[in-house]
């Protein structure tokens, strides 16, 4: 029998089983549902996510947030504890177990992530990342906090904000601005991650990967107008300007209509493309603008272009990503000295300079390539240490003396 007090819970025997799901309806009013292990659909969840439709939260915002509400009851389920039952203990057993559990059919996978040999980046490993934590616990304590406001949910919230008698802060390096608000207790501390760049002799050997005219046009696109993935999968067939090389998307975040412009082969795929598909989809301004390449010709998914592009990356032995072809576009501007950094703001659509300004630090392979170099000129003997005095001793070594004291043997 499983405890249902969190002092007594052994979580080192507890077993969460893999039951509901979040099913994707294909409806407007409802894009997810979120089911419990009979196939009925969790009402809590449901309002909640037609609350987050109501503040123009876009149905990935809600796939994400029900995703993160999937696991959550499906360890409620595993100790037995009603949603609305949920204490502290809970919480802090839950944010335990995605801590040191390993995630669903990852037994295959390293137990760290270890970085790719050609991109530098580390692949998943077999744990939750602390990006996958941190956004767990910020959409928990929403959800609680929304059921608390309206009455349904319990009157103290199980995923509580740092306590009153500490600062959020307290250990922050006073050279980083932050913002002044508590955060959440079990929220785990936010690893910072340098934005990965594609390197140009490496893009065009993916680039070369790819096998049609439409992903062409694509992966041309998002590297030249830094356009988020799903931005550029949302266009329509009207969107796109080939006299003003322009293409019109809808920001993610604002749901701001914004015209980016492009590069010339961009379009010089695009229209490559649209000449194969000619006649068999719909070309109407308000059509989708990419589409499947075999039959029934649907909309081109986030999903399926995920898996176009992983397709070419692994004939490569790499792992980037889609959203690299968005940090790629941001540093060839950011590096462009013609084009202002407010520039660069604009087109990638970022609310804060200070965010744009991450593309002004070094690439991590160029500071590595840097770094080899001068080892090798070290080697070398090439490289001259101006400070240190001819007849003094070596950087790397230590005084007589002072090797006494360490060690206890005398006294200098």
């Given at each position: 029998m499983i405890e249902r007090h969190g002092e007594g819970r052994d979580l080192r025997s507890l077993d969460v089983p893999r039951v509901g799901s979040l099913l994707e309806t294909s409806d407007v009013w409802e894009p997810y549902r979120l089911l419990d292990p009979a196939g009925t659909v969790v009402e809590p969840v449901a309002v909640y996510l037609k609350d987050l439709q109501g503040i123009g939260r876009p149905a990935t915002t809600q796939r994400s947030y029900g995703m993160d509400l999937l696991r959550w009851f499906r360890f409620l389920w595993a100790v037995e504890v009603p949603w609305d039952q949920a204490t502290r203990d809970e919480a802090r057993d839950f944010s335990r177990w995605i801590q040191i559990s390993d995630k669903p059919n990852r037994a295959s996978a390293p137990a760290t992530a270890v970085p790719n040999p050609v991109t530098g980046k580390a692949g998943p490993g077999r744990k939750y990342a602390p990006a996958t934590r941190g956004h767990?616990?910020?959409?928990?304590?929403?959800?609680?906090?929304?059921?608390?406001?309206?009455?349904?949910?319990?009157?103290?919230?199980?995923?509580?904000?740092v306590r009153c008698g500490s600062r959020a802060h307290a250990h922050h390096n006073p050279m980083d601005l932050h913002r002044n608000e508590r955060s959440g207790l079990y929220r785990p501390r936010p690893v910072q991650r340098a934005p990965r760049s594609i390197p140009d002799e490496k893009f065009n050997e993916v680039f070369a990967q790819l096998g049609s005219n439409r992903d062409r046009a694509l992966v041309a696109f998002w590297v030249s107008t830094g356009a988020r993935a799903s931005e550029l999968l949302g266009a329509h067939y009207g969107d796109a300007d080939p006299g003003q090389q322009l293409i019109t998307v809808i920001r993610k975040g604002t749901r701001a209509i914004q015209q980016l412009p492009a590069s010339p082969d961009a379009f010089v795929w695009l229209r490559l493309y649209q000449a194969q598909m000619h006649g068999l989809v719909p070309t109407r301004v308000d059509d989708p603008l990419w589409w499947t390449l075999r039959r029934p010709f649907t909309a081109l998914s986030y999903h399926a272009a995920y898996r176009m592009f992983s397709r070419a990356n692994a004939a490569l032995g790499a792992n980037w990503s889609l959203h690299d072809l968005r940090h790629t576009a941001a540093y060839r501007m950011a590096r462009d000295p013609n084009m202002s950094l407010t520039d660069v703001q604009w087109v990638l659509g970022h609310a804060h300079l200070s965010t744009t300004q991450l593309?002004?630090?070094?690439?991590?392979?160029?500071?590595?390539?840097?770094?080899?170099?001068?080892?090798?000129?070290?080697?070398?003997?090439?490289?001259?240490?101006?400070?240190?005095?001819?007849?003094?001793?070596?950087?790397?070594?230590?005084?007589?003396?002072?090797?006494?004291?360490?060690?206890?043997e005398g006294t200098a």
């Amino acid at each position: 029998m499983i405890e249902r007090h969190g002092e007594g819970r052994d979580l080192r025997s507890l077993d969460v089983p893999r039951v509901g799901s979040l099913l994707e309806t294909s409806d407007v009013w409802e894009p997810y549902r979120l089911l419990d292990p009979a196939g009925t659909v969790v009402e809590p969840v449901a309002v909640y996510l037609k609350d987050l439709q109501g503040i123009g939260r876009p149905a990935t915002t809600q796939r994400s947030y029900g995703m993160d509400l999937l696991r959550w009851f499906r360890f409620l389920w595993a100790v037995e504890v009603p949603w609305d039952q949920a204490t502290r203990d809970e919480a802090r057993d839950f944010s335990r177990w995605i801590q040191i559990s390993d995630k669903p059919n990852r037994a295959s996978a390293p137990a760290t992530a270890v970085p790719n040999p050609v991109t530098g980046k580390a692949g998943p490993g077999r744990k939750y990342a602390p990006a996958t934590r941190g956004h767990s616990e910020s959409v928990l304590r929403g959800f609680y906090d929304f059921h608390r406001d309206v009455g349904s949910g319990p009157m103290v919230n199980p995923f509580p904000l740092v306590r009153c008698g500490s600062r959020a802060h307290a250990h922050h390096n006073p050279m980083d601005l932050h913002r002044n608000e508590r955060s959440g207790l079990y929220r785990p501390r936010p690893v910072q991650r340098a934005p990965r760049s594609i390197p140009d002799e490496k893009f065009n050997e993916v680039f070369a990967q790819l096998g049609s005219n439409r992903d062409r046009a694509l992966v041309a696109f998002w590297v030249s107008t830094g356009a988020r993935a799903s931005e550029l999968l949302g266009a329509h067939y009207g969107d796109a300007d080939p006299g003003q090389q322009l293409i019109t998307v809808i920001r993610k975040g604002t749901r701001a209509i914004q015209q980016l412009p492009a590069s010339p082969d961009a379009f010089v795929w695009l229209r490559l493309y649209q000449a194969q598909m000619h006649g068999l989809v719909p070309t109407r301004v308000d059509d989708p603008l990419w589409w499947t390449l075999r039959r029934p010709f649907t909309a081109l998914s986030y999903h399926a272009a995920y898996r176009m592009f992983s397709r070419a990356n692994a004939a490569l032995g790499a792992n980037w990503s889609l959203h690299d072809l968005r940090h790629t576009a941001a540093y060839r501007m950011a590096r462009d000295p013609n084009m202002s950094l407010t520039d660069v703001q604009w087109v990638l659509g970022h609310a804060h300079l200070s965010t744009t300004q991450l593309y002004l630090n070094p690439l991590t392979e160029d500071v590595i390539a840097q770094a080899l170099a001068h080892h090798a000129r070290v080697a070398a003997g090439t490289v001259t240490a101006t400070t240190i005095p001819k007849d003094g001793p070596s950087p790397l070594s230590y005084r007589p003396e002072a090797l006494n004291i360490l060690f206890g043997e005398g006294t200098a």
